[in-house]
């Protein structure tokens, strides 16, 4: 008979030491597996303007995530544009699980150096630049919002013609090396045609050309500008405010943050609604979900805002009807 063992009956029986010792190994065994079963704290890498962090992080924080505990967020900036590529690089290098791309540029370098890591795009055509194949079903890795720039060009051009009573000259600011550019530029200037407005393009690939390309706007006489959304013109708002304003030039744009600095109107979705929508994308992902079965989102309201200071700097009585329009009149 094993002497570790006894009988009572037909069953076999562990001493009371070898069941104190398999009762502890077990208490040991069963919480290491449970946390080899757990997942680690998911890292989000994030190619966004700096402005629009606080409001990526607000979101994540509502949603459950705070950096350090729940979630580690690593970032990197969208300037200067040519370091795009690497940046998207450097994420996947830090094998990141979702990367976040503010921009057709951010979007585009991250899908070229991985189709495996989910990514949450914020485009301003993600169709048209090959992102997803279409938004209701995006396939690949790429998934998000759209921020249907090309759509609104011809409502910009319509709203810079209402506020400055007659518009016959245009000029139309655009970055060659940003792909939905073109596409804008096209709307704009198929728009013009409709309105009967000139629009001459003028190009700018860095920061360091705008002040040749307005200089070189100017010699076709336009009465106004337009500047063509990228994600190079987003990063230099404050500059391209300035120079308008300098040139006097009545200007429009598709973000907030370009009226706030002193240009005279803006017209498009809201963006930090949108980087709070893409953590909510995030947080599907991190909770399963996969980027082909989350169709791509489109805007469903955009705002119109007015900086009246800037008018009158420039002259402009702004009509009451755009006005009574604003969803905001900066004074």
């Not at 200037?189 to 390309?213: C, M, N, Q, S, W």
């Not at 990228?230 to 006097?248: C, I, P």
Request: aromatic share 6%; net charge neutral.
């Amino acid at each position: 008979m094993d002497p570790g063992r006894y009988r009572r009956g037909n069953r076999p029986m562990l001493r009371r030491r070898d069941f104190i010792a398999a009762v502890c190994s077990g208490a040991v065994a069963r919480p290491l597996a449970v946390r080899a079963q757990q997942k680690a704290m998911p890292v989000i890498g994030a190619l966004i303007l700096e402005r629009y962090k606080h409001s990526f992080e607000q979101e994540m924080h509502n949603l459950g995530y705070d950096e350090g505990k729940t979630v580690h967020l690593e970032y990197r900036p969208l300037r200067p544009a040519d370091a795009i590529p690497r940046f998207a690089a450097e994420l996947v290098d830090l094998k990141v699980d979702i990367i976040v791309a503010g921009g057709s540029e951010a979007a585009r370098a991250a899908q070229q150096v991985t189709q495996t890591i989910p990514i949450v795009a914020m485009s301003s055509d993600p169709v048209g630049i090959g992102l997803v194949a279409s938004l209701a079903r995006p396939g690949g890795n790429v998934t998000g919002l759209s921020l249907s720039n090309p759509e609104l060009s011809g409502k910009r051009l319509q709203l810079l013609k209402e506020a400055t009573g007659s518009l016959s000259r245009l000029a139309a600011l655009w970055d060659p090396d940003d792909p939905p550019a073109a596409l804008s530029l096209k709307e704009t200037e198929g728009a013009g045609k409709v309105l009967g407005i000139e629009v001459h393009a003028v190009a700018a690939r860095r920061p360091e050309d705008f002040a040749t390309a307005f200089a070189a706007a100017i010699e076709a006489q336009p009465e106004a500008i337009v500047i063509i959304p990228g994600v190079m013109m987003s990063a230099h708002v404050g500059e391209l405010a300035a120079l308008s304003l300098q040139y006097r030039l009545p200007s429009i744009y598709w973000q907030k943050a370009y009226t706030a600095a002193g240009g005279l109107m803006s017209y498009g979705p809201d963006v930090d609604t949108i980087v709070r929508r893409a953590a909510d994308y995030v947080d599907k992902i991190v909770r399963g979900e996969k980027p082909p079965d989350l169709p791509v989102e489109q805007p469903t309201k955009f705002e119109l805002i007015v900086n009246l200071e800037t008018a009158k700097a420039l002259g402009l009585t702004m009509p009451p009807l755009i006005l009574a329009r604003a969803d905001e009149v900066i004074e």
